[in-house]
């Protein structure tokens, strides 16, 4: 018989990934001394034999419970998504509100029979993909006007479900995880290539719900530009949109779907526009002697028309951790992809835009497979997801926050929110890099590194993310480019957004979710 893998509870990837607590032992102590900081035991995660969870308040009826799990580790697996806050609570052992059924739905007949149950006992109904949330978005923090949550995990629906070449487009299920969907597209000799850090684990459906950003530097950053429609279903029948390449009529359906983050409906499956792989690519790593000087680089760029693919912009420190560049410079790693011509052209032009800022190119351009900076930095950017369990494990407080703003305010903003997030921090370190880029502006993302207050994580982790939060709305930016609102970032979310607009919304989910029984206290009160 075939054994599924089954992902940690607690942390990043599959249970039989976890290394030996001897090789934890040294992963540890290389980053400690990379870092210069963290000490003390290299702690244990609880097992799941030693959890104590609250009994499920819920019962399902005969007719579903096929479908339904209460058993300790599924309960467990969904509590939480995969914050800093969420992996040391779960490695601890502290599961506060886990849910108190999984309902694993394998077509959408299931997914109305589970939430018209939901609806009828009062529960509320928490949409789950992969269940990467950095924000809260999956965990069951429900009020007590519930009489108990349960979860609704998509990923048995994970088929691409049709293609259509002559428009290049992809009718995909929700829970399709990125690899599972990519090795399905590849089939056809297409792909959609977007590649947020959390590929691996992550889902379409969840992408779309949390407007996700990708690879994409430029241009396409964001999944809603590669939704041609969406289905979901709300507790009051199917939201389908039309198929179509743009349309002006009226607000469009797709986009009160796209970052709904599961309180308006179960996304189910979408058209998504895909493309060829990429036979050309380009890349070659920039050197500035700071970070203001790559960011006016960027900005050229940005507004040249050139559209890299990749163009993200680390600040000295965030160079040096990654090992991509030497001590004191900042990084500009740029990449070019295509289907269809050879990129020299565009990659000399980059060049010369870099080179007016004071760029300077160590190594010539790679010019058909990856350069040397861009192989590290994508090393280093499949690995993080991985390191940061070892980081909770040795004692080291590490988040990222992520914000946007115009190009005009850039400067000021990266000076403010580092120097307001530092002074929350104490000892350790916050560095800096662009992540995405746009004519008018760009995603600043800050990286938190520090000793962790063993024991004391989670007020820690409140004070710096107070203060980042709170800074960055002063100094005018978004309280997130791409990591969801969620339930973490609700106090400043609530404070950005117009107020008229928020009436609106809470008046939609009214209307296809009378009982607010989809994802309480996510993005709204319901
Ligand atoms: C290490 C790490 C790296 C990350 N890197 C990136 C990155 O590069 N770019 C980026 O944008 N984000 C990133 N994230 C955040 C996270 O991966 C994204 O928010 C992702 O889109 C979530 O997808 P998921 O399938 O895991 O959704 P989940 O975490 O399961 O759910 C997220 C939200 O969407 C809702 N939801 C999920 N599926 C559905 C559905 N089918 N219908 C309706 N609602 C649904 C949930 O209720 C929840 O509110 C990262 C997270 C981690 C831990």
């Not at 996700?212 to 041609?228: I, K, Q, R």
């Not at 700071?290 to 965030?318: I, T, Y």
């Amino acid at each position: 018989m075939v054994m599924a893998r089954r992902r940690k509870f607690w942390g990043w990837g599959y249970e039989d990934e976890q290394p030996s607590h001897a090789e934890v032992e040294r992963a540890a102590a290389g980053v400690r001394a990379h870092l210069g900081f963290g000490a003390g035991e290299v702690e244990r995660p609880v097992s799941l034999g030693a959890l104590q969870l609250p009994a499920p308040r819920l019962e399902p009826p005969a007719s579903l419970a096929h479908l339904c799990r209460s058993d300790p580790y599924e309960r467990a697996a969904h509590a939480y998504g995969r914050s800093y806050r969420d992996l040391v609570r779960a490695f601890r052992g502290r599961f506060d509100h886990p849910p108190d059924v999984v309902a694993h739905p394998t077509d959408e007949a299931d997914i109305e029979r589970v939430l018209a149950w939901c609806a009828e006992v009062g529960a509320a109904a928490i949409p789950f993909g992969g269940g990467t949330s950095v924000v809260g978005g999956v965990e069951p923090a429900v009020t007590d006007d519930y009489t108990g949550a349960l979860t609704v995990d998509l990923k048995a629906l994970d088929r691409v479900l049709e293609i259509d070449r002559v428009s290049r487009a992809a009718r995909i299920q929700a829970g399709a995880l990125g690899p599972v969907l990519e090795a399905q597209l590849k089939q056809h000799g297409l792909t959609l290539r977007h590649y947020p850090q959390s590929f691996e684990l992550s889902t379409l459906g969840g992408w779309i719900a949390t407007r996700a950003a990708g690879h994409f530097a430029t241009l396409h950053t964001h999944v809603d530009d590669f939704v041609e429609s969406v289905r979901a279903l709300t507790p009051r029948g199917a939201w389908e949109s039309r198929r179509l390449p743009s349309s002006g009529a009226g607000p469009s359906p797709d986009r009160l779907l796209i970052g709904s983050e599961g309180i308006l409906g179960v996304i189910t499956e979408a058209w998504v526009r895909v493309r060829a792989a990429p036979r050309f690519r380009a890349s070659a790593g920039v050197l500035f002697p700071d970070f203001g000087a790559g960011a006016g680089a960027v900005r050229e760029l940005a507004q040249s028309g050139l559209h890299p693919s990749n163009c993200r912009l680390l600040d000295a420190g965030e160079a040096a951790l990654t090992g991509a560049a030497p001590e004191g410079r900042a990084l500009l790693v740029l990449g070019f992809e295509s289907a269809d011509h050879p990129l020299d052209a565009w990659m000399d032009r980059a060049v010369e835009c870099c080179r007016d800022h004071g760029g300077d190119l160590p190594a010539a351009p790679a010019l058909s497979a990856r350069g040397e900076a861009e192989g590290a930095w994508r090393d280093a950017f499949t690995q993080m997801p991985y390191l940061r369990d070892v980081m909770v494990a040795a004692g080291i407080l590490a988040e990222t926050f992520e914000s946007a703003i115009t190009w005009d305010r850039l400067d000021a903003f990266v000076a403010d929110v580092g120097e307001r997030t530092r002074a929350a921090l104490g000892d350790g370190a916050v560095h800096c890099r662009l992540t995405h880029a746009y004519p008018d502006g760009a995603a600043p993302y800050f990286t938190v590194l520090a000793p962790a207050r063993r024991g004391g994580e989670l007020e820690q982790w409140h004070e710096v993310k107070a203060a980042a939060a709170e800074a960055i709305l002063a100094a005018g930016g978004t309280i997130t480019h791409h990591h969801a609102v969620g339930r973490e970032h609700r106090p400043w979310y609530d404070r950005q957004r117009p107020e008229p607009f928020a009436a609106a919304l809470c008046a939609a989910k009214a209307a296809v979710d009378p009982g607010a029984i989809l994802n309480p206290g996510v993005l709204i009160d319901p």
